[in-house]
């Protein structure tokens, strides 16, 4: 669920870091939104421990208000042709062959979009190889961590940044909706299927892969949004090993 | 009455925490000798587990210190195991029952470390003290509430740490698992480590503990087994909740304190 918020809530961050910034350029756009990511967990949390709301009830307060804001922005700056809520909300990812990217001499060195993810991609994995232990038992037993002195709310909240990190890098192929579902349902697939956690992290991986290849020739085929056919995929593996492990047990 | 002792493993002074304004303990000042298996008592909402809690400083306290060894937690956690509630972790979670003991070992690790075979040798070895060694590979989602508690006493015991705080360790579990854990804190007792475990049940605090911790929001009594588990001072931690209140009773009673109260 917090996946859900940050990918909604970092919104106004992209609008506001482009407002400031007066470009697109995926850096300042993917530190806005790795700021408000960071910002609605901690509100997130604020809000449930000093305001003693639900976990759910917070999330949805903070996420949705941030998302509006942001929603404010896009169409109040709507006449720049290059942020709009089409954009933002639904993504293109047929616009990344063409959104090429260049070196200081002016020459095209790639697609942007498969620049900046394989950037993130690399941090990701480096993050989890070199920290899974940090990570592993704060999110099982953060009182235990603390009590051993792992602080469990930074852990957290590094977590959390690289969450909106993702997401912010991944607006533009897929949009603000669909890539939610990305995050979380190649993960719950493989939560289904195994009970340990490298190969859940291996799997659900696999799973996204999948989705996104068979998705793209869904789409081919059906002529249809390339995003909603990844997903729709991603729909699908999810509820064949649901099956899975109705039909074991 | 709360009987003071010199160097003590646990020093407590004038601890007050608080919910909402509102305090869950008052004022608490005691000691807890080198080597004591203490047990923390009181009726529901006394406080117990937020005296663990505040300890391990996991709450803020609003006034005093806790000192372990004469120091600071911070300069001391290696010494220091926790095991908190079984109930406050998710056993869902993906982890093998080696992976969750072996959690004990990370405060020696430090970051950029990985575990290594001597850290799982020690897992290892910590599950056979509990008689776990056969779930080393279990998931923990499979196992049962008693099962649980062994895999976080043997989380505890990687860390071979001076001082053990325990939090309800015998909540829900069953009566063989009950008798190998305290057999094993005793055993820890006499090796002269520390241990401070919340308890619920009065039948057994004689028989598990020698030390006895009387809390209800304030501190009632603090001192060896013998001299504080009395009716008087049952009666005023427990005082005022009614069940309980008859549960002390019946301890009285068969304990013939009435024979004694009448000479």
Redesign the interface.
Known sequence: MIGDAISHSVLPGIVIAFLLVGSLESAWMIIGAGLLGVLTTFLIEFFHQKG?LQTDASIGVTFTWLFALGVILVTYYAGNAHIDQDCILHGEIAYVPIDLMYDDAGNAIGPKAVIVLSVVLVVILLFIG??Y??L??T???P????????SSSKWHYLLMGLVSLTTVASFESVGAILVVALLIAPASAA?LI????KW?LLLSSFFGIVSSILGYWLSYLLDGSIAGAMVTISGVIFGICYLVTVLKK | MIHHVENPALEIHDLTVSY?KKPVLWGVDLTIPNGALCGIIGPNGAGKSTLI?SI???IPLNSGYVKIFDKEL?EI?KK???V?QRE???WD????VL??VM?GR??Q?G??K??RKADRDAALSALEMVGMEKYAKR?I?QLSGGQQQRVFLA?ALT?NPEIYFLDEPFAGVDAATEKAIIQILKNLSEEGKTIIAVHHDLQSVETYFNWVIMLNLRLVASGPTSEVFTPQFLEETYGGKLTLLSEVGELVKERGFHAREKQ
């Open positions: 003693k070199i920290f232990k940090e592993f038992i999110t099982f037993d009182d235990f961590a603390n009590a051993i002195g792992i939560y195994t009970q340990d956690l859940m | 909402d809690k391990m400083d996991l911070d956690r220091i195991s926790y908190p406050s972790v998710d979670f993906p982890a093998s992976d969750v959690m990370y405060s690790l970051l950029f990985r575990l998931q989602a989380r860390q």
